[in-house]
């Protein structure tokens, strides 16, 4: 079914990724709900993380603590949940450790692991379906934003959610996911493929729950270097391109913007322009300027880009910051959506944020 929510208010976003002409540009924050807002630690109490993701109305409300904050300085919210979500859809144990981050207690080793059978005879529709209740939270939040601000729905890109399958967790090395795709490259192939394919499903499915924008977390392109990122990185990122629109339309559903955000492949952003999306994340080791140079004429919108410790810096650094990437996303009045490089770290001060975006509305206020 469809659901009937109050009209968009606010729809900067929307336009932006579009690559319409923009009054200003829209802005929001990579993990702006989080650890680095006291109000977060009040609202998840003694829940476990996951348990806080599978709660809609936890989700809705943390969701919601950023936008009500900073009240009319953010121009979009993202659901509260995670990328490791899938791999717990197919089948796969994942903890979140407190202040270590997330864990597999059995990560997928090699291909003789009977858990390799397993993730593949997965069906991706029946993985999606387990995730109901990311789209229940959506509904949810979609109702309580009574349409002040789009809401962005995400999933981790396959090779991302691959290498925390196989390394467990964060890693330094990476030593598990490079055996996987220098010994055997096409078991490896064969599990981005079908993770790709979980992740169509699941867009579609928070597309037909109210999701506006959907965006693809990339976070460990940079692990690989531009040979391996077109082995191995790009043909799963356009099989999501390709595939989401497909069956948004199978499903009778609006097509929606997609965002890719290959984190670290910088060396690779004249390729990535061409994968599909209508919007490029980019981190804070490209140079805004240099990238519209890299982009040239295409009609993809950059969102990004400031190194997120310049929050821990002072009011001048803050200001540079933004001045760098007006200065070189904002000539054309379109095709920007500000944002940091990655995520707010914890152990921020929210009012450092209020202050970074009070200067990207300044500075790019119309006059
Ligand atoms: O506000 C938002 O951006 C929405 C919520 C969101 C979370 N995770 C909440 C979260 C989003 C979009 C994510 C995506 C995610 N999760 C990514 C991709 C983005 C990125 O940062 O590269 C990745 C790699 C993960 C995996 C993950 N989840 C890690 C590595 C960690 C621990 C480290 C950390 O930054 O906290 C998490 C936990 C997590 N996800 C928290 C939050 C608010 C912290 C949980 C807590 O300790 O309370």
Redesign the pocket.
């Known amino acids: 079914m469809e659901h009937q929510f109050e009209p968009l208010k606010n729809d900067l976003l929307l336009r932006a990724a579009r690559g319409e002409p923009i009054e200003r540009p829209p802005c929001w924050i ?6 680095y807002l006291p109000e ?1 630690h009040e609202a ?1 109490g003694t829940h476990d ?1 996951f348990e806080c993701c599978r709660s809609p109305e936890i989700a809705s409300t943390l ?1 919601l603590q ?1 936008i009500d904050r900073f009240d009319g300085l953010l121009d979009a919210a ?7 979500v899938i791999p717990q859809a197919l089948g796969m144990t994942v903890e ?1 450790v ?2 270590k ?2 864990h597999f207690p059995h990560p997928l080793r090699d291909p003789e692991d009977p858990q390799y059978a397993s993730v593949l005879s997965r069906d991706p529709a029946a993985a999606a379906a387990a995730l109901d209740y990311v789209y229940a939270a959506i509904t949810l939040t979609r109702t309580k934003l009574a349409g002040r601000v789009p809401l962005i729905g ?1 999933c ?1 890109a396959p090779w ?1 959610l691959l290498c ?1 399958m196989v390394e467990g967790g ?1 890693s330094k090395l990476f030593a598990q996911i490079k055996r996987w795709i220098y010994a055997h490259p096409d078991e490896s192939r064969r599990l981005l493929a079908h993770i790709a394919d979980v992740c169509v499903e699941y867009l579609a499915l928070q597309v037909r729950a109210g999701a506006q924008l959907v965006m693809v ?1 990339d ?1 460990w392109a940079g692990e690989l270097g531009p040979r391996e990122f077109q082995r191995f990185a790009e043909p799963s990122l356009r099989r999501i391109a390709e595939g989401l629109p497909r069956r948004l339309d199978e499903l009778g559903l609006p097509r929606v913007p997609m965002t890719v955000f290959p ?1 670290g492949a910088w060396h690779s952003l004249d390729r990535a322009c061409d994968l599909g999306y209508d919007v490029v994340g980019l981190d804070w080791l490209q140079d805004p300027a240099e990238a519209v140079r890299i982009r040239g004429d295409r009609k993809v919108t950059f969102q990004g880009n400031a190194d997120p410790g310049v929050l821990y810096g002072t009011k001048e650094a803050m200001t540079e910051a933004v001045q760098t990437m007006v200065d070189g996303f904002w000539g054309g009045k379109r095709g920007w959506i500000a944002n940091l490089g ?2 707010i ?2 152990g921020v001060n929210p009012e450092d944020l209020r202050f970074f975006l009070s200067e990207i509305h300044r500075l790019t206020k119309s006059t």
């Open positions: 990579m993990r702006q709900a989080g650890r977060y998840k993380f969701t950023p993202i659901i509260f949940s995670d990328i490791l979140m407190d202040k981050g997330p995400f981790g991302t925390y964060g977390f976070s984190k990655h995520g770290t914890p």
